[in-house]
C-alpha cells in the first residue's frame, strides 16, 4: 500500500530560535520511502542527525528568524503485515533484547507502577498480545476522544481517570497499562490513514514475538496504512516540533491518502 | 585510582519473582574492572543484557523463590580526569550526537520544561560548564541532605520546592536544571568514595564539549573517585534492583574503599 | 450504644513545638459525650478553640518541649439511626445549604472534576443515596486494604488508579466520586468498632436528604457504633495531629470497645 | 472611594445545566454596596444561598438552557484604611480564632507543606507582616505576570518553579509560602482598579494582627481600591463562574472605574 503524505507548519518566530523537526517519515521496519521533500525556504543552518536504531532522524534548524515555513511530501509504500495482535506471545523478561529494557520503565506521561493492581485484577485472564487486546478494547470503550481536554502536562495518571482525551492520550494509557503487565511498550508518531481530522498522530507499539506492533487504542488506524515517523518513552521524546524559544502558531496541515 | 567495592543484597521473595539487577561497575568511559564477582547462590535462571552503549549489564533472575542473597565484589581502576567542569564549552545543538539528543527532553522525574524561566533569570550570566557549576552550587548551597523525607514518587518539582532529598533528589534536580538550558543530562548510579553512610549512590552528568561530566551537586564525591554502575534518563532507568512483584527488603551494604 | 474509647499518644519533640490536637469525640449530631478526660501531664500552655460547626474543638499545646504524653478517654452514647443510604434523595444544587457547598468544591486531596466522565458513565443508572452505595460497593470491591503503601502526598487520583491504600485512601476516592456526581462530601475522623488493627480511622460524609451522612468504603465500620472527632475537607482539616516542627514518633494506641 | 463596577457574562448552554454564580461584591468588611442590580432576563429558576461569613451570596440558576446572558452593575463605597502590612503582627497559633485554622492547612492548589524548608531559610529574618511583604515582594519580582501559560491544574508547586501566571498564581504562591510561615492566608476574588486588561481579579488575604488584609503579590491592585466578591481557601472556592456541565464560552467584560 502507498501513502502520499504532505505536511505543512506555519509558524511565527518573535525572535532567532533553534527548532527540532520529527516529521520525515522513517525508512525501513516495514515502510520504504519512495519519494520525499522537505523545504523550509533558506534556513540559515540546518543539521540532519543520524539517529539512533535508524528509526528517525532529527533535523535541527539552527538560529532560525521571522518565521518558519516547512513544506514535507512523501510516497512511502507500506508493507506491514495485519498481524493480529492477539495471537503474539510475550517475551519473557530475561529473554527481551537490551533495547528493549528501558521501555518497561516509567517515563514522563507514563507512570505505569502505579497501573500495577489495575492491570493484574482487571485482565489477568489474558497474557501477550491477547492481554493487550483487551486493554486496547478496554480503553476504546471507555474512552471519549476529544479536543482540548488535554494539554501538555497531561500524563496517563490524568487521562485514565478522566476518560477522555486524544491521540497522545489514548497512547499514553495503552502504553502505562502495556508497562504495568511488564511488556515493553513505547510511543510512536505517524501518518496514517483514518486520522479525523487529518492531523499528525500518535500510537502505542509494544513489544511481543521478537519484533513492535503498532496498537492503536482510538480505533481510528490500522499498522498496514501506517507510516512511522518516529519512536520514543512517550509524547515527551516524539514531538514533530520542539521549539528552543517561544514560537507562535499560524497554520498547519496534514493530509495522508491511499496512492492508489 | 583503584576502588574495591562490596556490594550485598538480602530480600525475601514471598513469592517466585523476576528481578533485574544493575550492580555492576561498568568497564570503559574512564574505568576498567581489573577483577570482579558476582555470587547469588544458584538461581533458578539468570541472564546477562549486553547494554546499549556498552555501559551497564542489566542481570536478569528469573523465577527467584524464597530469598535473594546477591554479593559483588569488584576492583576497578578509575582513570577519569579531574575536569574543571566550569572550563567546558556547551555543544551547539545542531551538534548534537543523536544519542544525547533524547536527555534534552523531560523525562518521568526531570519535568525540564518547567524551569526555563527560573534558569533564565538565575543562571543567564554563564554559559556552558560555568552554568553547569553554577547550577551545582546553588543547589548544595540551598538543599539540606536529608533521608527519608522523599520516596518513589518524588520528582524534581517536588525537590526543587521542598529544597531537601537524597543523592537521587540533587541529581534530579540537577538533571532539571541543565536540561531546561538546553543542556543534556542524564543521571548515572555510581559507587563513590565520600558517600557517608556508604550506599549506592546517584550523580548527574552533563554532555559538554563532546563527552559526559559527572556533577554531584550533594558535592560528597568526586568523578576521579567514582566507578560508574549504569546511566539512564533519571532514577526510573538506573534503579540497582527491580523487582516485578513485592518483595521484602532484609538487610543490604555497600563498601567503597581506596586499595593502594 | 455506648462506645468506650481511649488513645494515648507518645511523640519525642526535639525542640519546642506548637501542637495542634484534634482526638476528642464530638457531642452532638448523634452521639453525646458522657464523659471524658484528657491529659497532658502539665504542658506550658494548652489553648481549646471553639470550632466551627460545633462539631469538633481544636486543641493547641503551645510551646511544648520534650515529650508529648496524651492520654484521652471517653464514653460516648452513639445514638444514630442505621439509615440504609439507598433510601436517600440528593438535594438539588440549588437547594444546597450554604454550608454545604464548599463540599462540592475540589480539595488538596479530592480533585474531583477529573472523575466526572467516569461517574457520568459508571453510576449514570442510579441517582442520590443509591448512586452513593454503588460507587461505595465499587470501591469496596476493586480495592485492597493494603498499609504502607500511601503516603502524605497520595491523593484520590493516585488512589483510584492503584486501587489500594488505608482508611484515608478509601474515603478520598469515595469523596471525589461523590463530588462528580454533584453530591457534597466531606471526611471525618472517627472512633469506630470494626478497625483492625485498632486506630484513629477516617470515613467519607455525603450530604443527603437534608444532612450528612456516613459512608465507609472500607466496609469496616457502620455509622451506628462510629463516634465523630471532626469533619473537614479532606484529611488536610482532620488529622489527629499537627505538629509545626518536626516530631519523633514513639507510640500510640487506639482502643475502642462497645460498653454494655 | 467609590467603585463603579459592571461585569457582563456571556455563555452558550448546548444543553439544561445548573449555574453558580460569585459574581457580586460582598457588603460588609471595609466596603458598602450602594447599589446593585443584576439581571439574566429570565432564568427558569433563581436562588440565592446566604452565605457563610456573611461574605458571599452564590446565586444558583437551575436547569438554564440555550444561553447564560448576565449583567451586574454596582456602585460600592471602598472604606478600607491603607494598612502598612509590614507594622502588623502575626497571631500566635493558640490565638488564632477557630474559623481561621482551616487557612493553615494544605488547600487544592496550595499544598504549603512542601513550602516549609524554602520560608524558613529565606524569610527566617523577618516575622509576621514583615515576612508577608517580604515574600510578596520576592513574588513579584521574580514572576513574569503571562497570560495563557496556566490552566485550571495550575497550582502553586508549578507556578513556583515557573516564575509565571496569572493573578490566581501569584496568589496561590503567595497564599502557600504564608502558610507555610504559619500565618493564616486565603484567597479573594476582587473588582479592583489597576487590572490590566480589565478582568475579574484574585488576590491573597493573611491573617495578621486579629484581621485579614489583602496583599497582591502582581503589585497591580491596592486594598483601598479594592471591591471584595468572595473568599475561600484558594481558586477552587472562589470562581465566578461554575457550571455543572459543559458550556462554551462566548463573550465577558468587566469594568471597574472610580466614581468621583
Given at each position: 500500500m502507498k501513502l502520499k503524505i504532505s505536511a505543512s507548519l506555519n509558524y511565527r518566530l518573535p525572535e532567532p530560535v533553534d527548532l527540532m523537526l520529527q516529521i520525515e517519515a522513517a525508512n525501513g521496519h516495514g515502510q520504504h520511502v519512495l519519494e520525499s521533500s522537505l523545504d523550509?525556504?533558506?534556513?540559515d543552518y540546518m543539521a540532519r542527525v543520524p539517529a539512533a536504531e535508524g528509526l528517525c532522524e532529527p533535523i535541527w534548524l539552527h538560529h532560525v528568524a521571522g518565521t518558519l515555513h516547512a513544506e514535507y511530501r512523501a510516497l512511502v509504500e507500506v508493507d506491514r503485515d495485519a498481524v493480529d495482535v492477539r495471537q503474539l506471545a510475550a517475551v519473557p523478561l530475561h529473554r527481551l533484547p537490551a533495547a528493549a529494557v528501558p521501555y518497561l520503565n516509567e517515563s514522563r506521561y507514563c507512570p505505569s507502577n502505579k497501573f500495577h493492581a489495575f492491570v493484574e485484577r482487571r485482565f489477568r485472564d489474558h497474557e501477550g498480545g491477547a492481554k493487550i487486546a483487551r486493554m486496547r478494547d478496554w480503553i476504546e470503550s471507555r474512552f471519549t476522544y476529544v479536543a482540548g481536554t488535554s494539554n501538555v502536562e497531561t500524563g496517563a495518571l490524568d487521562s485514565f481517570v478522566e476518560r477522555r482525551g486524544v491521540c497522545r492520550d489514548y497512547a499514553h494509557v495503552m502504553i502505562a497499562l502495556a508497562r504495568a503487565a511488564h511488556i515493553p511498550a513505547r510511543m510512536a508518531s505517524v501518518y496514517a490513514l483514518g486520522v479525523d481530522p487529518q492531523d499528525f498522530h500518535a500510537v502505542a507499539e509494544v513489544y511481543l514475538d521478537g519484533d513492535w506492533h503498532m496498537v492503536d487504542a482510538?480505533?481510528?488506524?490500522s499498522p498496514a496504512e501506517t507510516a512511522r515517523i518516529c519512536v520514543g518513552r512517550d509524547a515527551a521524546d516524539v514531538a514533530f516540533l520542539t521549539a528552543y524559544r517561544e514560537i507562535a502558531f499560524v497554520s498547519q496541515k496534514v493530509k495522508v491518502k491511499r496512492d492508489d
Open positions: 523550509f525556504g533558506a534556513p482510538t480505533g481510528m488506524t
